[in-house]
């Protein structure tokens, strides 16, 4: 079946930077929406970033805009988040997610998904 493997999580400082990456393999993503989620301790999952991945087309939480770039490479089938200016409120598990969705923001309707990539922001 279809595989997502997230990396790249780790400890950083606030004000630090991360990137994180997503490889997907088993299938063709020329008509998905890839989409970054993350969740804290007892939190709800909540939406941070998506892309189209024919299009490259971006959606961002406002929480994250101006700090965070999502962008995929098409060849490698790898999706990435490259987080800036990080924040202790950024603490959480990053999931990446794909699906033929209409709704970007929530996690419904996501077919597949990575067993997620810790980060953590320390002040």
């Known amino acids: 079946q279809v595989q997502l493997v997230e990396s790249g999580g780790g400890l950083v400082q606030a004000g630090g930077s991360l990137r994180l990456s997503c490889a997907a393999s088993g299938r063709t993503f020329s008509s998905s929406v890839m989409g970054w989620f993350r969740q804290a301790p007892g939190k709800e999952r909540e939406f941070v970033a998506a892309?189209?991945?024919?299009?490259?087309?971006?959606l961002y939480a406002e929480s994250v805009k101006g700090r965070f770039t999502i962008s995929r490479d098409i060849v490698k089938n790898t999706v990435y988040l490259l987080m800036n200016s990080l924040k202790p409120e950024d603490t959480a598990v990053y999931y990446c997610?794909?699906?033929?969705?209409?709704?970007?923001?929530?996690?419904?309707?996501?077919?597949?998904w990575g067993q997620g990539t810790q980060v953590t922001v320390s002040s």
């Open positions: 997610a794909s699906g033929t969705v209409v709704a970007w923001t929530t996690p419904t309707g996501y077919d597949y």
């Open positions: 892309i189209s991945w024919r299009a490259g087309s971006t």
